[in-house]
Each structure stands twice: as structure tokens, then as C-alpha cells.
């Protein structure tokens, strides 16, 4: 069983930074593949990046590469989302999940835990 608060979000201007956190609890995190995703308003929920158990293997979306960072530290349990140069349209809800497999998914299908999500608005 793994357990996951999402934090960080919050309002910052277009070409801001903001870093988010994911915290894990339970034993399982350290073998998780974990993942980032958002849902805008109105939208489906889309998939933003991943990282394998071990982090040595990331993946992203091709509307974040270059921007945005998925790193984690299975010491503290965390997963990190650093997101730059940050536009109106990554406006959403983002949201970490966690497998169970050590690999990483692109489909929500591919996903054991969810976060409640945490609020990332950029606007001027």
C-alpha cells in the first residue's frame, strides 16, 4: 500500500518556476515506477512525466520536455516535479500516482496510487 500527498502548487506568472512535491508512505515506494500527470479544466487527464524505481530511466511529454525535471528520493520518499518557463496552458491540477511495478507508464491504467492532486495556475 502506498499513500501519496501531493504539494506545491500554487499561482506564479508565465516563464515562473514552481517545484512540486510528492510524499509516499508505506515500504513499496523505493520499488515504485512513479508518474506525474494533470487534468485542465474541461480536459482529460494527460500524462507529464515518469521515472522508474530507481530513477534512472525518466520520460516526458512533449509539451514539457526541456521545462519541466521528474526526479525522486526513495531516502525521503519523494518525488519531484521542477517545472520552468512555465505557460498558461500547463494551467491544471497535477496529480503523482504510483505502480507497483518498478517501470513507468504512460496510461493511468498503468497506475496503482493517486494523489489528491495540487493546483498549478499560471497567470499574470
Known amino acids: 500500500q502506498v499513500q501519496l500527498v501531493e504539494s506545491g502548487g500554487g499561482l506564479v506568472q508565465p516563464g515562473g518556476s514552481l517545484r512540486l512535491s510528492c510524499a509516499a508512505s508505506g515500504r513499496a515506494f523505493s520499488s515504485s515506477g512513479m508518474g506525474w500527470f494533470r487534468q485542465a479544466p474541461g480536459k482529460v487527464r494527460e500524462f507529464v512525466a515518469a521515472t522508474s524505481w530507481h530513477g534512472r530511466f525518466t520520460d516526458y511529454a512533449d509539451s514539457v520536455k526541456g521545462r519541466f525535471t521528474i526526479s525522486r528520493d526513495n531516502a525521503k520518499n519523494t518525488v519531484y516535479l521542477q517545472m520552468n518557463s512555465l505557460k498558461p496552458e500547463d494551467t491544471a491540477v497535477y496529480y503523482c500516482?504510483?505502480?507497483?511495478?518498478?517501470?513507468?507508464?504512460?496510461?493511468?491504467?498503468?497506475?496503482?496510487?493517486w494523489g489528491q492532486g495540487t493546483q498549478v495556475t499560471v497567470s499574470s
Open positions: 500516482a504510483a505502480a507497483q511495478s518498478g517501470s513507468y507508464d504512460y496510461n493511468e491504467g498503468g497506475y496503482d496510487y
